[in-house]
């Protein structure tokens, strides 16, 4: 996590023939922390779903309260695991806080279907690889796909 008074950040692929991507998400901050670079090993994972119901997950938790400091941006990772096919279930809001979701390492052919909306009206978006849908805090979130990789971000609390 990169703070305001950051001067000189460097990011470099360690194989120039296949660049790293780079990607990035902000949110107004009331109180500046260090900077940190939070690693896959000092993640919060949470597991949660059922195989049987198709939604068995696991919820990397990079940007939250027991890894780092943060005023209102929250992030995770979540993973599918083999033969689910659910990323939410059962769907749900978040009363204080906004949602993105940031579909990758999906084939060109796989899809997400990203279901949101008000409970009693819901729509559902396409989505595809490297592709970003916004969820307000009054809609519901829910997605079901052949991939099973997507980021969360948070915003707000």
């Given at each position: 996590?990169?703070?305001k008074?950051?001067?000189?950040?460097v990011?470099?692929?360690?194989d120039t023939?296949t660049?790293?991507?780079?990607?990035?998400?902000?949110?107004?901050?009331?109180?500046?922390?260090?900077?940190?670079?939070?690693?896959?090993?000092?993640?919060?994972?949470?597991?949660?779903?059922?195989?049987?119901?198709?939604?068995?997950r696991?919820?990397n938790?990079?940007?939250?309260?027991?890894?780092?400091?943060?005023?209102?941006l929250?992030?995770?990772?979540?993973e599918?695991?083999?033969g689910?096919?659910?990323?939410t279930?059962?769907?749900?809001?978040?009363?204080?806080?906004?949602?993105?979701?940031?579909?990758?390492?999906m084939?060109?052919?796989?899809?997400?279907?990203?279901?949101?909306g008000?409970?009693?009206?819901?729509?559902?978006?396409?989505?595809?690889?490297?592709?970003?849908v916004?969820?307000?805090?009054?809609?519901?979130?829910?997605g079901?796909g052949?991939?099973s990789?997507?980021l969360?971000?948070g915003?707000?609390?």
């Open positions: 996590m990169l703070v008074v950051q001067k000189e950040v990011f470099a692929s360690i023939g660049p790293a991507k780079f990607y990035y998400n902000c949110a107004p901050a009331h109180t500046t922390y260090p900077t940190k670079k939070v690693t896959p090993d000092e993640v919060s994972p949470v597991t949660l779903g059922d195989n049987l119901t198709s939604n068995r696991t919820i938790k990079y940007f939250v309260p027991d890894v780092l400091e943060t005023c209102q929250s992030m995770g990772l979540t599918l695991a083999p689910n096919l659910w990323n279930m059962p769907c749900h809001t978040h009363e204080r806080r906004m949602e993105v979701y940031f579909y990758f390492n084939d060109d052919d796989a899809c997400v279907f990203h279901m949101m008000q409970p009693q009206e819901t729509r559902h978006i396409v989505m595809h690889n490297e592709q970003a916004i969820s307000p805090s009054w809609s519901i979130h829910s079901v052949n991939q990789l997507y969360y971000l915003h707000g609390r």
